[in-house]
């Protein structure tokens, strides 16, 4: 028999293999589950009215007739509410930090009411369960009815106002305001694998996250349910949370959209700050089977001049799919491969999937049974389900003892040079011809820190544990270096451990689309770095599309193409000219906003802002911005107009409040209107806004694009460390101040990082400098910008530029 029939062959038994996995296990999945799950009639159980109420340090308790209440204000601005019985959560969301200041809370009696509160918020508790939040001026800003006590789970409501929009939830194939529609208002709170292509209104998703923003003319607020069960969340009249097991604890918290992230990502853990290559451009593909492939891909980048940060690397790398190998005959000089790349500045990123392959003569999976390691089923037998390398066990992320075990293992990847890593597979997923792609939910026994518990608790944390595991891994073994992780599932608190993906987006304009609302509904659940399969994860896109969509993707927090094995290798060469000199010259631009970004993360990092936010950060008090999901802003000085139409050269984008340029020619627009801009092949619009100070580089060069400001002050900032590790850093602040025809711009630092830049170039958009000084000493100033070394003052005099585009 020849190699190719041999081959053939193979392929065909090893399709067939995963054929009757996936029949099979689904059977064997629905008789456990007959066996273990009881089906009660569904009660809804009455809380009574309140008998008694007491002071507490921090708010109240409240004891009705069949259930008990407590508010704790953790913040001025921050509350958590118990509803109870119900065993409380283990607080995997949580960030360590327990220590809140203390606060000054009032505690008074009103009759039937009760009225507890801080200097920036109110709760009031009605006689019947009722609880009303109001602002500090007395504005009401959510109404919850009683809750309702199910047999298993809790139903939790609040009214609604008639132009409230709700953002959130995680990772969503849904529009930018949940509550857009009836049919798409209502979510499932459990991770899911979408199976290889979704586009919208495919629910659920990888990464739920029971959190939204509730947003009206009154104001915003911030509600998070530390609930890790099943639930569905609706929108259609009321905001319904109705879980199928756990606790009734949550979280609220009232401000802007940047005040809550503030407090919710304090409460959750702050994003980590990542290395700054990371910040850079990633190549990926399901088929880079060997090494020669790898080298021919990383060689085609330096052959065309297109700058690359990364390479990922995904399962046919491994020997026979399995988690922590590599195939030695396809890659037999790895070590040395990576250490090539890495001097290239290129880094190497292995895939990780959490199924461990169930074979006796596995020394991985023999020692993860004698250490009693993976999930097991209530008469002690491990659960076996079908993945890429066949049956598999699969470690219990929810027992201290499984995350260490898993965290060593990734010592062998990190000592043949791999410096990232992608969790895939990890809801967890398993092959099935139907049902639900995961573990049996009730027969399936975790740990759960000593409790114990079934998978109906813990499936939606799983990602997130394992993803702790990597992170603690990678902290350990290279302590002077940050850890790159990227998680496909994740819950609440992810942020602190791992980037994401928006998984097997469809190939096509709805799903580039799509990607926008998507990752801003992701960032506003505290999720600040995802980012999109470029050009969609199966399918073959036309050169427009996969050029609309990597422009797109430029100014996205994770920059990287990745695609299926089934589809036509997708590289900027591939799609010739003019698309590949088109790409070069958007990769070289993401490059020269390293300094941008890399502030935008270290922001990140210091406040829970995420780098990609909606049109209405920037003023929430605009109804015509809530629900614009094909522009977003990149931080708070650029503007991002997508586009997303086949053959569209411009498009019509309602701005924010204020005075906006034109990145490209430097026309001036004024906010809060809606104007046309052009959108030639070769460029999206792109908008800095008045005032900003948009810091970029080229080399050793630090370029300060300085944009005149309509009003008398701004400020702009530059972060600045050794881009890895966690020595020594600087911010320099740059601060305006303009009074007519008189620009002032003055220089301060903090920290003691040296500063990495030779030169700096002051650029100025929106006037003609006429004259220019630099610490009082009268400098030329030619062709509208000024190079200089580090300053304390520039001060300049020349014709502001007001003249306005239309737009029409």
């Known amino acids: 028999m020849n190699f190719w029939k041999q081959a053939l062959l193979n392929l065909r038994l090893i399709k067939l293999r995963r054929f009757l996995g996936s029949f099979f296990y689904p059977l064997q999945r629905d008789a456990l589950e007959r066996q273990f799950q009881s089906s009660p009639i569904e009660v809804f159980a009455e809380i009574g009215n309140i008998l008694s109420a007491e002071i507490t340090e921090r708010g109240g308790k409240f004891y009705f007739q069949n259930v008990e209440l407590e508010i704790c204000f953790l913040a001025e601005d921050l509350v958590r509410i118990d509803w109870r019985p119900g065993v409380l959560p283990i607080p995997y969301a949580i960030a360590a930090r327990q220590d809140w200041p203390e606060i000054a809370v009032k505690f008074q009696e009103l009759g039937d009411r009760w009225l507890i509160s801080s200097a920036a918020l109110k709760v009031i508790i009605s006689l019947n369960g009722s609880v009303e939040l109001q602002n500090a001026h007395g504005q009401t800003i959510r109404e919850e009815l009683p809750p309702q006590q199910k047999t298993s789970g809790w139903l939790h409501q609040a009214k609604l106002r008639s132009l409230e929009h709700i953002y959130g939830l995680g990772e969503r194939a849904a529009p930018l305001n949940l509550r857009t529609t009836p049919a798409t208002s209502s979510y499932q709170m459990w991770n899911y694998d979408a199976g290889g292509k979704y586009g919208r209104g495919t629910d659920p998703l990888y990464l739920c996250i029971p959190a939204y923003l509730g947003l009206h003319d009154f104001g915003s607020y911030l509600i998070f349910y530390e609930n890790s069960y099943k639930a569905t969340f609706s929108f259609n009249g009321y905001a319904a949370a109705d879980f199928t097991g756990g606790a009734l604890r949550y979280y609220l918290s009232v401000g802007t959209p940047a005040q809550l992230l503030d407090r919710y990502t304090e409460l959750t853990g702050r ?5 700054r290559w990371v910040l850079g451009y990633h190549q990926s593909r399901w088929g880079y089977e060997t090494e020669t492939a790898v080298r021919e891909v990383a060689e085609g980048f330096i052959t065309h001049d297109l700058p690359l940060s990364a390479i990922h690397l995904d399962i046919d790398c491994q020997d026979g799919f399995r988690a922590f190998t590599i195939n030695p005959d396809n890659f037999p000089k790895l070590a040395d491969f990576n250490h090539d790349l890495v001097a290239r500045g290129v880094h190497l990123i292995a895939i990780v999937n959490p199924g461990v392959k169930a074979d006796r003569k596995s020394e991985f999976f023999e020692e993860g049974r004698a250490q009693e390691v993976f999930c097991n089923l209530p008469n002690g037998k491990l659960v076996i389900a079908p993945v890429w390398p066949g049956l598999c066990a699969f470690p219990d992320f929810t027992n201290p003892q499984a995350r260490h075990w898993w965290s060593r293992q990734y010592e ?88 994401t993906w928006t998984g097997d987006i469809e190939t096509s304009w709805s799903g580039l689309r799509q990607t926008i609302p998507t990752i801003l509904n992701l960032g506003l659940s505290g999720i600040p770095y995802s980012g999109a399969d470029i050009g969609g994860f199966k399918g073959n896109p036309s050169a427009e599309l996969y050029l609309r969509w990597f422009q797109m993707s430029t100014f996205l927090p994770f920059f990287r193409t990745h695609s299926a094995n089934n589809v036509k290798p997708r590289t900027p060469w591939g799609f010739g000219e003019p698309t590949l000199s088109i790409v070069r010259e958007f990769l070289q631009l993401r490059y020269q906003l390293m300094p941008y970004l890399y502030t935008l993360a270290w922001e990140a990092n210091q406040r829970g802002y995420p780098l990609m936010r909606p049109l209405f950060w920037a003023d929430s008090a605009d109804q015509d911005l809530w629900d614009v999901e094909d522009a977003f802003l990149l931080g708070d000085a650029m503007l991002v107009a997508a586009i997303v139409e086949s053959g569209a050269t411009s498009r019509f984008i309602t701005l924010p409040q204020g005075y906006w340029y034109n990145f490209w020619n430097d026309t001036l627009l004024e906010g809060a209107k809606t104007v046309n801009i052009a959108a030639p092949i070769e460029q999206i619009p792109l908008l800095v806004k008045a005032g900003s100070i948009l810091p970029m580089s080229i080399g050793q060069q630090l370029i300060l694009h300085i944009y005149a400001p309509m009003t008398l002050t701004s400020e702009g900032q530059v972060y600045s ?59 030329n100033c030619q062709n509208n910008y000024l190079e200089v070394e580090q300053f304390q003052e520039v001060r300049l005099q020349g014709q502001m530029n007001l003249q306005l585009f239309s737009g029409k």
């Not at 994003?271 to 290395?275: D, V």
């Not at 290279?478 to 992780?485: D, Y």
């Open 412 to 499: 062998y990847l990190l000592d043949l040079g791999f410096t990232g890593f992608w969790h895939d597979m990890n809801e967890p997923g398993v092959f099935v011809l139907w049902g639900d792609p995961s573990l049996p939910q009730h027969s399936t026994q975790h740990f759960l820190e000593g409790r114990g518990g079934d998978h109906r608790e813990v499936h939606n944390v799983y990602g997130l544990l394992q993803a702790e595991a990597a992170y603690e891994a990678l902290s350990e073994y290279k302590p002077e270096l940050r850890p790159f992780i990227v998680s496909r599932a994740g819950w609440a608190g992810l942020q602190r451990y791992a980037w």
């Open 721 to 779: 460390d050794a881009g890895d590790g966690y020595g020594e850093w600087r911010l320099d602040e740059f601060y305006l101040k303009c009074d007519r025809d008189i620009l002032e711009i003055t220089w301060q630092q903090q920290g003691n990082y040296a500063f990495p830049y030779n030169t700096v170039q002051l650029h100025f958009h929106g006037m003609e400098v006429q004259q220019a000084w630099v610490d009082s000493r009268k400098v």
């Open 271 to 275: 994003p980590a700050l990542p290395p």
